[in-house]
């Protein structure tokens, strides 16, 4: 990937190589929402909570102290599943950092495309979200991807614990924010759209898939 790359929600969320983190997904929702995401050393990083109280479907990406990072805001009536991720809790148009969108109004898989707000035009993606990998614009270059973890704590507690593996220079908090929106436009069981891709790795120089069937 590039050396200096785009900035997409907080400069603070970069990391110069590749990195895994945990998101851990309940099964129920509480008040604390139903996302939680971790280092590998099991430190929060982000929360991820409903916007409670009003007519749209909202969320809101949290930092680990609790303050408002980005709200995804879930346009009415798209027949694309069209989301609207803003700068902290604004959903003014001056602060849209990115729009993701669902590549076909009729489709299986969860195939989504995302413009980032300078990408005014929209004649192709900046990013592209294909089941549980996420591609730059409409290339081959890998720069995430997820995989099921499966544990007896999990299966005990009702939670889903799912691996992401972010590709250096790439903002994960911005990779993080397209999980729950895929989560959200699969209804709440991204297991499903991981499908045979979790046996997945990824050439981490190049970011190409490597199949390790």
Not at 88 to 103: C, H, N, Q, W, Y
Request: one cysteine or more; aromatic letters at 10%.
């Amino acid at each position: 990937m590039a050396a200096s790359p785009t900035p997409v929600i907080n400069s603070s969320y970069c990391a110069p190589h590749a990195l895994n983190i945990d998101i851990v997904r309940k099964v129920m929702k509480v008040t604390d929402g139903n996302f939680v995401v971790k280092d590998v050393n099991g430190k929060t990083i982000f929360k991820v909570k409903d916007s409670f109280f009003t007519l749209h479907d909202r969320r809101v990406l949290l930092d680990s102290a609790g303050n408002t990072l980005v709200t995804l805001y879930k346009k009415i009536r798209s027949m694309h599943d069209r989301w609207n991720v803003f700068r902290g809790t604004s959903t003014e148009p001056e602060d849209l950092i990115f729009t993701v969108k669902r590549s076909s109004s009729i489709q299986w898989s969860s195939k989504l495309h995302v413009f980032l707000a300078s990408n005014t035009a929209k004649d192709r993606c900046d990013f592209m979200v294909k089941d549980n990998v996420i591609f730059a614009g409409e290339s081959s270059t890998v720069v995430a991807y997820m995989q099921k973890k499966d544990s007896v704590s999990s299966f005990l507690f009702g939670k889903d614990t799912f691996m992401l593996t972010v590709h250096s220079n790439i903002y994960y908090a911005f990779i993080v924010t397209l999980i729950v929106i895929l989560d959200e436009i699969s209804e709440g069981d991204l297991s499903k759209v991981l499908g045979d891709l979790t046996i997945l790795t990824v050439n981490l120089v190049t970011g190409v898939p490597i199949s390790i069937n």
